[in-house]
């Protein structure tokens, strides 16, 4: 019940943000992260926990929403990432929320204390140790990721599976140990240095295949076609949120006519007070529709323009200018 209350309500937190979230983040970032949310959960929902993670973490990056981090740690966890889990959940745990904070945010804290102690349990742990190394600066990897100097001798966890650990530094090298680590299990691993004529200390290595970010889902994609889309799902979550709260805002304005009419021109003190409220009400949705419109419209007439530009984009240049005006939104530039 719980997972399914966090996911309906992560799904809609784009749309709550704009109508009221704190103006640091513009209207363009709120539209952006609810789109990125919807799209997470489901696939999250159909088990494709890679995309999960990708999409929660740019959603994440536009608006900061603990049940984001509570679908991190879950599809971090199917994916066999628990220390990547871990460190979500306990990002949850530290998070003080205000106690008027929304129901959903409550329910991801309670998911966090729940569904940790879990995680904690399966963690393998390592401890790894250096001889000869003789003052000289050693890079100690396990499965191609630096450990840092502070964790040597140090038993710290690791996801349970096979690892590769391995030690290099200016003329000397130890040869590569290979250990499989149960859930809940420990090992400790001695990596004996010696003279190495060709040895040296690599550069530090880049963000290999397991690391979060973009590439999973973006390889081969161009800059300016990401945009284009990224865009385009913005203007499309716009044109939605204009909707709904043009409709709304359409209903409340009824009703204050409705009301009005019935008891003209004898309208109680109350009557002329829910009347007043009711317009009031229609108003302020009706500006946030034309908010939504002009997003809507601004993404996606960028999203079309930067996928037009990506096709021909080997032979011309271009700069793309997108533009707001009162009721109405577009791009300029030249091409």
Avoid at 84 to 105: I, S
Avoid at 166 to 184: F, K, M, N, Y
Avoid at 214 to 223: N, V
Avoid at 254 to 273: G, V
Wanted: contains cysteine; negative net charge; glycine residues 12%.
């Amino acid at each position: 019940m719980a997972r399914r209350f966090i996911g309906s309500v992560v799904v809609t937190l784009g749309l709550l943000a704009l109508a009221g979230a704190a103006g640091a983040v513009t209207d363009e970032e709120r539209a952006g992260a609810r789109a990125a949310a919807e799209e997470g959960q489901r696939a999250f929902d159909a088990g494709r926990y890679e995309e999960a993670v990708n999409l929660f973490s740019r959603a994440e990056s536009l608006v900061h929403a603990i049940p984001h981090l509570i679908y991190i740690a879950r599809s971090n966890e199917k994916l066999g990432r628990l220390v990547r889990a871990r460190e979500a959940y306990l990002k949850v745990q530290r998070e003080e929320l205000a106690p008027n904070a929304p129901a959903a945010f409550k329910a991801a804290k309670e998911a966090a204390n729940t569904e940790l102690p879990a995680i904690e349990a399966r963690l393998a742990r390592i401890t790894i140790h250096l001889e000869g190394a003789d003052g000289k600066e050693v890079r100690v990897t396990v499965g191609g990721v630096t450990v840092p100097a502070a964790l040597l001798g140090v038993a710290y966890p690791v996801d349970p599976g096979k690892h590769t650990i391995e030690a290099i530094g200016e003329g000397v090298a130890a040869a590569p140990v290979e250990v499989t680590l149960s859930e809940g299990g420990s090992e400790t691993v001695t990596l004996k240095l010696s003279p190495s004529a060709g040895a040296t200390l690599p550069n530090e290595p880049g963000p290999g295949p397991d690391s979060p970010g973009l590439s999973a889902t973006t390889e081969g994609m161009s800059p300016m076609k990401l945009g284009g889309f990224v865009s385009l799902g913005v203007g499309v979550v716009g044109l939605g949120v204009g909707t709904v709260f043009l409709v709304q805002g359409g209903a409340k304005q009824s009703d204050s006519d409705d009301l009005f009419s019935s008891c003209d021109p004898n309208c109680s003190a109350a009557q002329k007070n829910q009347v007043v409220e009711l317009d009031n009400d229609a108003r302020s949705m009706k500006r946030i529709a034309t908010a939504g419109f002009i997003v809507g419209g601004v993404g996606i007439a960028a999203g079309v323009t930067l996928l037009l530009l990506d096709a021909g984009r080997e032979q011309k240049s271009a700069r793309v200018t997108p533009w707001i005006g009162l009721g109405s939104a577009g791009v300029s530039g030249s091409f």
